[in-house]
């Protein structure tokens, strides 16, 4: 599967952003989805994950009732609904897809070496 994300951009402290994520072929409903993100000189971690159904859904602590994930399975996209955004949440933010589902709660949602296919990346700057 190919990912394709977009909706980055540069924000206001305060301010709201939106994230899409394309992925292409037909068993997209076969692919749990996730949002990572990397900032300069730090590790790439984990920002949300949402189920094959779309019924369970897991947030990072930082995110946790800032942000919200969404999935429609019919149009092979992922959104990242992202508010009150902050300036540590500066970060190019990637979607990632894992083949069949994920077991172990938040951890096998979180880990980002369970996930096979990424995105290229979309650059979230978010000014103080």
């Known amino acids: 599967v190919q990912l394709q994300a977009s909706g980055g951009g540069l924000v206001q402290a305060g301010g709201s952003l939106r994230l899409s994520c394309a992925a292409s072929?037909?068993?997209?409903?076969?692919?749990?989805m996730a949002w990572f993100r990397q900032a300069p000189g730090k590790e790439r971690q984990f920002v949300a994950a949402?189920?094959?159904?779309?019924?369970?859904?897991y947030f990072a602590d930082s995110v946790k009732g800032r942000f919200t994930i969404s999935r429609d399975n019919a149009k092979n996209t992922v959104d990242l609904q992202m508010y009150s955004l902050k300036p540590e949440d500066t970060a190019v933010y990637y979607c990632?897809?894992?083949?069949?589902?994920?077991?172990?709660?938040?951890?096998?949602?979180?880990?980002?070496?369970?996930?096979?296919?990424w995105g290229q990346g979309t650059q979230v700057t978010v000014s103080s």
């Open positions: 990632a897809a894992k083949t069949g589902g994920a077991y172990g709660g938040y951890s096998g949602y979180s880990d980002l070496r369970a996930y096979d296919y």
């Open positions: 949402m189920s094959l159904s779309g019924d369970r859904s």
């Open positions: 072929g037909r068993t997209f409903s076969t692919y749990v």
